[in-house]
């Protein structure tokens, strides 16, 4: 998966076991490293941003947003459930019993962090779980009942006024033929040609691109995402890191994801502009439900 970089290259998508709109999917931003050179930038840089914005980072859905909103969901259920008779819902609660967590990692540019790398492979501390729980008392069995009418509620008045059919992060939907689109782009391909080499000639994989060297399954991912952090992962994961830095991966590819998201906003200039304006319809009822509630 290559989706849209915030200000951080590597995106966990986690299906957490409780949050304040019921069961979604989030992103949680982790922090990596490049190097990278040239006028306007440090010799070493610490975010993936560094590289520079996208054209389709203003179409989408950021993580600020996400916090925003589960702020919004949580009072306007919390104001729901008191409704119905349970006055003193908190704003975080958990389940009634704990359910499974999982959580599938995705990534737009692979390991960048070299330091990381050499620590902790493709994988982080475990230490610094990844994965938000919910600090509120359990719900009781009379409120789970209630529960779920009034998230459903919430959802609704946060989407009022858009068509979610239609609208609704419009550039989300297009980001998997536009990530078709970028692996298909001749410059980004030579250039991941060249890293595969570089890699397999310091005795790791062939790996055809970044992507399928992070995602490796031997790497054991566990059901929080995390691997094993092996000698063989870490030496690996250093190759990769090492190869991308001394080639310029990570810039190449990251302009060859300009051009194409470029180009298909300019094709579909009408329905990107619709999701954003949509965006902004949910941002200014965020913002009206946290000033008459928060």
């Not at 306007?40 to 950021?62: F, K, V």
Request: aromatic residues 8%; positive net charge.
């Amino acid at each position: 998966m290559l989706g849209a970089t915030a200000d951080r290259s590597m995106l966990f998508a986690t299906i957490r076991a409780h949050d304040n709109a019921g069961w979604r999917l989030s992103v949680v931003a982790v922090l990596t490293a490049i190097c990278v050179s040239g006028p306007g930038h440090p010799e070493i840089t610490r975010t993936a941003s560094d590289l520079g914005p996208l054209p389709a980072d203003r179409y989408a859905y950021t993580p600020q947003d996400y916090q925003r909103s589960q702020r919004a969901s949580a009072l306007l259920v919390r104001q729901c459930m008191a409704e119905r008779g349970h006055r003193d819902f908190p704003l975080d609660p958990r389940y009634p019993s704990d359910p499974l967590v999982a959580t599938a990692v995705s990534t737009d540019y692979g390991a960048l962090d070299l330091t990381a790398a050499r620590r902790w492979g493709y994988g982080w501390d475990p230490a610094k779980s990844l994965v938000i729980r919910p600090k509120g008392r359990r719900m009781t069995n009379a409120e789970y009942a209630d529960f779920p009418a009034c998230n459903a509620q919430a959802s609704r008045r946060l989407l009022r006024g858009i068509d979610v059919k239609r609208d609704w992060l419009y550039a989300g939907t297009r980001a998997v033929e536009v990530d078709k689109a970028v692996r298909r782009d001749r410059r980004l391909r030579a250039a991941w040609e060249v890293w595969s080499r570089c890699v397999a000639e310091q005795g790791f994989t062939r790996y055809p691109d970044p992507v399928a060297a992070y995602s490796d399954s031997a790497w054991q991912r566990g059901s929080d995402g995390n691997t094993r952090d092996t000698q063989r992962e870490r030496a690996t994961a250093v190759a990769d890191v090492t190869c991308k830095q001394r080639h310029h991966t990570a810039e190449i590819w990251h302009a060859a994801r300009a051009r194409q998201q470029a180009l298909d906003i300019a094709r579909h200039r009408d329905r990107y502009a619709a999701g954003l304006q949509a965006l902004r319809t949910y941002r200014a009822t965020i913002a009206e439900v946290l000033r008459k509630l928060g």
